[in-house]
Structures are given as structure tokens and as C-alpha cells.
């Protein structure tokens, strides 16, 4: 693209981040082992007693030894021997150390942000205020280019594959060269794992700062495997934690922000909150040292929004404010300092302007995808529509509640589906996959697709894994649809497959068993999985749903065309799912029969 990131106009915390000789490292690591033996086990406490170390010059074992009698009166051989040994463990896995920030500020200690740690008696506790000031490492972070870091507040587990925000990132990123600019990126977010993944797939360097801890090594590595994949291995990663349980989650993820805000040079704010914990950490790096920031135009500002209001308003000589329908760059170059001006200046022309301009000028303005679109466009007037127009003359007739039937219905699915990863879950997204939203009805297409019910045992005591079934018709939905606060979702949602009842009786459904813990030790283990702990209150009794289970995975393709039909609520959600497959079972919407 024409704009080149420079560091030339900006304070480069990255400079100033460098990696502890082995000696302190070793120092360093040995008082962490001590620290956590004392029962600190990290946060600013622990980081305060790193400053405090550093700052005195300890490098040698008798240096360390000295210094954690003092500090520490609780030190004895034993307690010494212990956390040398600790020590030269974590050298052995790799375990490296990096000091940051203005360390003459301090009187040597490192680290830019303040933290309450305040009174007390632990020596640790009284001399520096800086926290964290060391990062904990693992790989190499030492990459010779400017860093970007994106931000996005939280959002609703359920994302759409056309939110403004997802569109943004993607078309952003195209607009980007790999050998001009890394991603300082993290995980543990949805929106931090497609930045990253969006950022591996293109060919672009990162470091990853974790919201949690180093130790221990298998777990990073385990999260970094679920989102990268294969080349997990190769990305190297800093955190402020040496230990699990070193903070609460809360405050890690905040910690975690605050390092990305401070290490990057660049910024990409998508959709901020206001008053939040993420909107304040860039009010601070921005009133400190300011970065570069590239905000999404907030348009109608709402409350998942109105931070990028706030910082376009607050910190206008630093921000380039970003429009979907004609992305550009709003400086006053009158109010800019010369080498702003130079970089505003190159910032004119950028190529994925007009990339984004056309890209919004192709979605379908119907409500549905793209690809839906598509789909929906090259089968008008074909054989799919005349289809759709013969399904309900198949269907039983007589009683409309179908007492013969029941009903296993779908939900929106937030995450992965059952048997897909979370990298092809964020993959999809990124590509706008138009069934990426996981919608009800998108579950429903993806069951046809795969012409198999998948069984599963989230909501069954014990390994076993069962389809739940109703008999309950999408009529009487009302009767049964509760919304699950744990879960974010609706107990049920007017999509799915009815079967009848004497075929799912015969590959082995049976009623759910209702009852309170004595009724589960009475069932015996061959039909545990029936069970579903109700009790007498209404919001703990579920024998409103009157469930059936079937164990294990129903593949569609052993139901005749009589034994089932596949139901969706409007004409409309028929249209779309039939743009998508061609089921062999009958397709009803319920709103259209009389």
C-alpha cells in the first residue's frame, strides 16, 4: 500500500525493552521461586520485590542470598536450595526475562505502569511503585519492526460475520505489507484470536502477550495450539505472570491490555466501550506517549461504541479516523507537530480506502450474507423454489400438533460446532462463511450438510452422548423456551428435524427420567443418561420440555422420506435454508400452515 509505517514520529517503547543477561535472569527467577514459597505469587507485589532487586544489582548467588535474608526473614537453607533449583528449571525450558520502560525513572527499575501497592509490611512493598517490571518470555519477541495491536471491547459470544467491527479488521489487514509491520497480539478473546489468526494466515510476524500465566508451559501451550495450529510453536510470548493463579482473571486481561497499548506503536480501535477498563488503558498510554490510532467512525454511537468516540474527540492529533463506506484519514494538519504531519501526509491515498468503499457497496441489502445472496440469486425460478412449494403436501395430515413426532431443535451455537475447531470456527469468520454466524438456523443447515445429529454430553451426567427430543411441536414452543443466562442463548429456537416417535423407539430413544439426586441412584448405569435433575421450584424443574434422549449420533440417511420432515418458522428462513442444501427429508414453515 502507498502509506509506510515509520517509527521515525514516535516514541519506540520496544527500544527499550531489553532481555536480562542470564545472570540477573537467574537472580531474578530464584526470588520469584522464594516469593511464591512466601506466599506471593505474583501481581504488584511480586513486582514491586523484582524492582527492588534489579535496582540493588543483584547478580551473583552471594548477592541473592544476602539480599532474600534480608528481604525475607523466613529464608533458610532449605527455602535457598528450593528456589535454585526452581530457577534453574525454568532456565532449562526456556524461560527468559525482559526489562522495559524508562529505568532511569525509577532509579533502575523498569516498568511504566503505576500500581497500588501501597503500605504493608513486606519489604517487597515499600520502595517502587512500578508494575510489571519485567515481562516473562518464551521464543524470541525481538522483531525488527514496527509493532500494530488491535483492540476491541467484549462482545456477545454470538458474532455475526457481517458486524461492522469483523469487516473492518479484515479489510484493514489487507491493506497492510507484512514486511513493513508485526502484530503485538494476544489471546483469550475472540477478537484478539482473529487479529491473530488473520494476521498468521497473511504472512505477518507477532508476539503474543498472554492473559496468563508462563507457568505452566504446557498450558500457553495448549491455548496457543487451539488458535494457531501447527505453527503455534514459532510465536513467541510475553506475560507479566510467571505463575498461575498470580492474579485474578479480571485483572490479568486488564494487565494485558495495558502491555499491548504500551508495546505497540501502532493501534487499530475497532469498537471500544465507554468507562471501561480497555478505553482507559488508552486514554493512558495516549496521555503519556501517544501511538498512532486508527478508529472505526463509531456512525450511530452506541454503548459498544462510544469509546472510539471518545478518543477521535480527546486525542485528535493522533487518530485517523476510519469509515466503512469511504475509509479516510482526518487530521488538522495545522494543529500536527512537523513529523505528524509527514506521517499524516503519507497516510493520504491509502489503497484500502477505496477497497473498503467497494467492498461495502457489494453486501446484499436483503439481510442476508453474501454467499446467501449469492446462492439465493442463481436459484431463483429453479428447481429449488418449485420444490419448496410441494413439501407440505407430505407432511401427515389430520391433528396439526403431529402428537406421532418428535422434535429435536437446534440453536444457535456460540464457538465451534461439534467436530469443528476453534481455528476453522475463526477461519470461517474471517472469510465471512455464510454460515459462519451459527445461527439456529445455520446449526439446522449444517446438521443437513452433514446429514447427521450429533450427539453430545454437555448437559448429561456422565461421558454419555445423547440428541434431546421434545415432543413438544414448534406450537406449543412457548411452553418450553426459556432463556439459559449461563449459556446466552434460548433453551430452544423454532428450527430442527421431527422424527417419528415409533422410529427414534426403535434405534433406541426413550423419555427422560425427572427426579431429585435419590432418583439418580436408583436408575441403573445403563440408563444414567436419561436422567435430568429436576426440582419442585419452577426455574429448577424441566419437566415442562418433556424430553426424550436418543444416545450417540443419528445419521439422517436411515430415515425414509415418511419418517421425518425438517421444520423452520418462516417462508423466508425456507428460502434461505434451501439455497444452502437440498434435504431429503420434507421442509415445513411453520408460520405458513394454516
Known sequence: MDFRFSKSAIYDLRSKMVRLDDRTAYCVLAACALMKKCGITGGAEQHCGINRLLGAGVRTDSDLRSWLCASFPAMNASLWDNCRKQADEFVEKGVKLFTWGDRSASGGAGGVFLAAAEGGGNPGRRSHRH?????????????????????????????????????????????????????????????????????????????????????????????LLKTYGEGASGIPILSCMLYAGSCSTKQAAVCRDRILAALANFHLVLEIRSGGNLLAALEEIQGQSPRHQFVLDPGNINSSNAGNYTLLTKFPEHTHRLKLDAVHAEKDEGRLSRGDAEHAEKCKGWRFYSKLETENSKLPQDGLSRGDAEHAEKCKGGHVYSKLKTDNSKLPQGNSKLPNFLFH??????????????????????????????????????????????????????????????????????????????????????????????????????????????????????????????????????????????????????????????FVKTEEEKAKLCSHVEPELSIVAFDALP
Open 131 to 223: 508494575c510489571p517490571g519485567v515481562l516473562f518470555g518464551k521464543g524470541d519477541p525481538q522483531i525488527d519492526l514496527p509493532l500494530l495491536a488491535v483492540f476491541n471491547s467484549r462482545k456477545p459470544r454470538l458474532v455475526s460475520p457481517d458486524s461492522n467491527w469483523l469487516k473492518a479488521l479484515s479489510i484493514f489487514f489487507e491493506g497492510l505489507d507484512p514486511g513493513e509491520i508485526a502484530l503485538a497480539g494476544s489471546t483469550g478473546t475472540l477478537s484478539y484470536d482473529l487479529a491473530s489468526t488473520l494476521a498468521q494466515r497473511s504472512g505477518f510476524a507477532q508476539i503474543l502477550v498472554a492473559p496468563f500465566a508462563l507457568i505452566p508451559l504446557n498450558h500457553a501451550d495448549r491455548e
Open 409 to 566: 431443535y437446534t440453536r444457535a451455537c456460540a464457538g465451534p460446532w461439534p467436530g469443528e475447531t476453534y481455528r476453522q470456527y475463526l477461519m470461517n469468520l474471517l472469510d465471512r462463511h455464510p454460515l459462519s454466524g451459527h445461527s439456529a438456523l445455520e446449526t439446522l443447515i449444517r446438521i443437513i450438510e452433514e446429514a447427521r445429529i450429533r450427539g453430545a454430553s454437555l448437559m448429561v451426567r456422565g461421558r454419555e452422548s445423547v440428541i434431546s427430543w421434545s415432543s413438544h411441536p414448534p406450537q406449543d414452543l412457548f411452553l418450553m423456551r426459556k432463556w439459559n443466562r449461563a449459556l446466552i442463548r434460548w433453551t430452544v429456537e423454532p428450527y430442527g428435524i421431527a422424527v417419528r416417535r415409533d422410529v427414534l423407539r426403535s434405534l433406541g430413544a426413550k423419555p427422560a427420567i425427572y427426579g431429585g439426586e435419590q432418583t439418580y441412584g436408583r436408575i441403573s448405569e445403563a440408563e444414567k443418561y436419561r436422567f435430568q435433575l429436576s426440582r419442585s421450584t419452577p426455574s429448577s424443574s424441566w419437566r415442562h420440555e418433556r424430553e426424550w434422549r436418543l444416545p450417540g449420533d443419528l445419521v439422517l440417511s436411515r430415515l425414509k422420506p415418511g419418517d421425518g420432515f425438517v
